[in-house]
């Protein structure tokens, strides 16, 4: 399971357009916690960008992880990844 944190609703927009000229994506940074090659969690995650697209909103803070329809074949017979990210449901321990 990959594991994703955001921490901020702030959003930022991309400078450029689409080849149509009709979208203008913002982004959100989320931590990526990622793993060693031999599948042990790294100490600190990693800042990557989400891309949002017009009509999308923020993902709101909390964590995620990444869907299986994320992973998907491409054109080309490669293997592709297309993030779509999924809220953790919080976890059931009792608290105040």
Known sequence: MVKVTVESLDVTQRDGQTKSGKA???EQTIWVHTLTKDGK?????VKA???LW???QPLAVGT???APQSIFIDRFGGIAVAPKLVPVAASGRGGA
């Open 24 to 26: 203008k994506p913002r």
């Open 41 to 45: 969690p790294q100490p600190h995650p």
């Open 49 to 51: 960008r989400h891309t």
């Open 54 to 56: 017009e009509g999308d």
């Open 64 to 66: 995620y992880t990444l």
